[in-house]
């Protein structure tokens, strides 16, 4: 990304100049010919040089940190959205929203139960299972006797099986590699945090395969594709796989819907009828 130095420029200067002093924690004081901060003010907040806002100021400084840009937005007292466009006019990638951890949102929850026709699941995006509707449970299973710690779809592909049969035989181990490349993905975006490394260390200990794929460092985020399913009493199920990202960081709503070139709506269908409890057993 490039650094947009004219709109760096002129956005840290009107930011500046509509903070009122009282609202950075600095008294209003006499004389002061012009609304918002000073140059030195916003400085002393930001714990930079006056000479350095000037030259941002004036479009004639090098491209500033992220650190720096972080400094800045709290003593403009800038908000996300607007903290999120200052690094983008510097050249650099936002850092990353909120998180929720296993926490879901009522109004997810409210989500995944109106999908009744799509199947549809929430996971955080290092793999953890945390919600799915009714036709993703009748289409992959029910989590709801496995142990917490055990509901990541990574640890489960790797450790148990059962979760593979669910898949063409030719279509595994591309599978196998993508789990691994995005988990090597949302790792480096966490920054390997303790979560990313207890589940890291877990995955090593129990299976050489995960190990020898993660020593490759594949990356990859599965945005779109196609899946095909094979469901012990519907048969083989056709999906397109469309991830979304949610309010949080650290969550992904997982949708699967019927290919837009598909006349027979039967297979889907039957998989509503019949309803949870005809999965294989827990693979997702």
Same mark, same amino acid.
């Given at each position: 990304? %490039?650094?947009?130095?004219?709109g760096l420029?002129?956005?840290l200067r009107r930011s500046r100049e509509r903070l009122r002093p009282q609202d950075a924690g600095l008294p209003d004081g006499p004389r002061r010919r012009t609304p918002g901060l000073r140059r030195e003010e916003l400085a002393q907040l930001a714990?930079?040089?006056a000479d350095y806002v000037v030259r941002l100021e004036q479009g004639r400084s090098s491209q500033p940190s992220? %650190?720096?840009?972080a400094a800045l937005a709290r003593a403009l007292r800038l908000s996300t959205d607007e903290r999120d466009h200052l690094h983008l006019l510097a050249g650099h990638r936002p850092p990353e929203g909120p998180t929720a951890g296993p926490h879901v949102r009522p109004a997810l929850r409210y989500l995944l139960d109106r999908l009744g026709d799509t199947p549809a699941q929430l996971l955080t995006d290092l793999g953890d299972l945390l919600a799915q509707n009714a036709l993703a449970e009748a289409l992959f299973g029910c989590v709801c006797k496995v142990a917490e710690p055990d509901r990541n779809i990574v640890w489960r592909w790797f450790t148990d099986p059962a979760v593979r049969e669910a898949y063409p035989a030719e279509e595994r181990d591309p599978l196998g590699r993508l789990h691994v490349a995005e988990l090597r993905a949302a790792a480096t975006r966490r920054g390997f945090d303790p979560p990313t490394r207890a589940l890291l260390d877990r995955l090593t200990a129990a299976s050489p395969e995960f190990t020898a794929l993660w020593q490759?460092?594949?990356?990859?985020?599965?945005?779109?594709s196609r899946l095909r399913v094979l469901h012990p009493a519907v048969g083989p199920i056709e999906?397109?796989?469309e991830l979304l990202q949610t309010q949080a960081a650290d969550q992904r709503l997982r949708l699967f819907t019927p290919p837009p070139d598909s006349t027979d709506p039967g297979p889907l269908e039957l998989l509503r009828r019949l309803g949870p409890g005809t999965a294989h057993r827990s693979h997702r």
């Open positions: 990304m %490039q650094m947009d130095r004219t420029a002129d956005f714990g930079v040089s992220p %650190q720096l840009l490759r460092h594949e990356v990859a985020v599965r945005r779109t999906f397109d796989y």
